[in-house]
């Protein structure tokens, strides 16, 4: 069956980098895109950014210029490389992705389980 599933989550300071993973796995027709979301304390969740299979990227204001998204169709991974990192980065880090499954037209929506990042001052 199709998962999503992260890697790379964890504690570091402020101005420091982290790096995130997700890989999707299981019987995949295509991924028309991937990214992340993220889910602080007290907030609602909110788009990080995304990737498109064509390499098109977007980002929340709060994080272009820090963060890069990345994809490697081959494995069906994304990376996000987080730099100068602010304790307003912490949170639940959910990979999502909008996919097909093999032999299916259907577009559907996938969530990872989540990955905490914190981040100290």
């Known amino acids: 069956q199709v998962q999503l599933v992260e890697s790379g989550g964890g504690l570091v300071q402020a101005g420091k980098s982290l790096r995130l993973s997700c890989t999707a796995s299981g019987s995949i027709g295509g991924i028309n895109a991937i990214g992340w979301y993220r889910q602080a304390p007290g907030k609602q969740r909110e788009l990080v950014t995304t990737i498109t299979s064509g390499g098109r990227t977007n980002y929340a204001n709060s994080v272009k210029g820090r963060f890069t998204i990345s994809r490697d169709n081959a494995q069906n991974t994304v990376n996000l490389q987080m730099n100068s990192l602010e304790p307003e980065d912490t949170a639940v880090y959910y990979c999502?992705?909008?996919?097909?499954?093999?032999?299916?037209?259907?577009?559907?929506?996938?969530w990872g389980l989540g990955a905490q990042v914190t981040v100290s001052s």
């Open positions: 999502y992705a909008i996919l097909r499954k093999s032999g299916d037209l259907r577009w559907s929506n996938y």
